[in-house]
Nanobody, 121 residues
Framework: QLQLVESGGGLVQPGGSLRLSCAAS????????IGWFRQAPGKEREAVSVISSSDDITYHADSVKGRFTISRDSAAKTVNLQMSGLKPEDSAVYYC??????WGTGEFDYWGQGTQVTVSS
């Protein structure tokens, strides 16, 4: 059973930056597509960014394009979400999830516990 652990959340001022990391406990992520999702209070969970297992396909939601970047750090065995130009509407619990098909098109079978991101002055 793949277990995912997120880190890097916190409180940041508008316009600031954060980097979220997703790691696998007891395993590696290299064969999985990894997605970052977020859910704000009273809102549905939404996909933010996805990277395929081969790293050649990435997706970013329109709301974060140009501000967020997803990448895989093979040495650290993590998938990171670099967030810049943060806005209050980016505040949410951020989850990473793993898709064993490697494509990242929706079969995210494994989920982390989430990390809170709060953007506020």
């Amino acid at each position: 059973q793949l277990q995912l652990v997120e880190s890097g959340g916190g409180l940041v001022q508008p316009g600031g930056s954060l980097r979220l990391s997703c790691a696998a406990s007891g395993s590696t992520l290299e064969h999985y597509a990894i997605g970052w999702f977020r859910q704000a209070p009273g809102k549905e969970r939404e996909a933010v960014s996805v990277i395929s297992s081969s790293d050649d396909i990435t997706y970013h939601a329109d709301s974060v394009k140009g501000r967020f970047t997803i990448s895989r750090d093979s040495a650290a065995k993590t998938v990171n979400l670099q967030m810049s130009g943060l806005k209050p509407e980016d505040s949410a619990v951020y989850y990473c999830a793993a898709d064993p098909t490697g494509w990242g098109t929706g079969e995210f079978d494994y989920w982390g516990q989430g990390t809170q991101v709060t953007v506020s002055s």
